[in-house]
Nanobody, 122 residues
Framework: VQLVESGGGSVQTGGSLRLSCASS????????MAWFRQTPWSNREFVAR????????YYQDSVKGRFTISRDNYKDTLYLQMNNLRSEDTAVYYC????????????????WGQGTLVTVSS
């Protein structure tokens, strides 16, 4: 599975961005998909997870109510809609694919994209 993120950029506090993660290879619809983020001074941090069918989602507390993870299995694409962005959301965002249904740790995911930078400024 190859994953390519897009949609990052610079936005002001309170703004919105939509990240995409396009998958190529086989069986996108079979994988648990997730978004992580990382800054130069932190480990890779779990943001949100979605089940293969798109019905089961799970979020880190700090993004609940602001971020929405979704997927389109016909387009083999994962999304992260980010609203009401804060400066602390600034990071490189990565999508990941794995097979462990309750995974939240980076080491539990098998495939990674190259990341897309999100910068939130006041």
């Amino acid at each position: 599975v190859q994953l390519v993120e897009s949609g990052g950029g610079s936005v002001q506090t309170g703004g919105s961005l939509r990240l995409s993660c396009a998958s190529s290879g086989s069986s996108f619809g079979n994988y648990i998909m997730a978004w992580f983020r990382q800054t130069p001074w932190s480990n890779r941090e779990f943001v949100a997870r979605i089940g293969p069918g798109g019905y089961s989602t799970y979020y880190q507390d700090s993004v609940k109510g602001r971020f929405t993870i979704s997927r389109d299995n016909y387009k083999d694409t994962l999304y992260l809609q980010m609203n009401n962005l804060r400066s602390e959301d600034t990071a490189v965002y990565y999508c990941a694919a794995g097979e462990f249904s309750i995974a939240t740790r980076a080491e539990e995911f098998d495939y990674w994209g190259q990341g897309t930078l999100v910068t939130v400024s006041s």
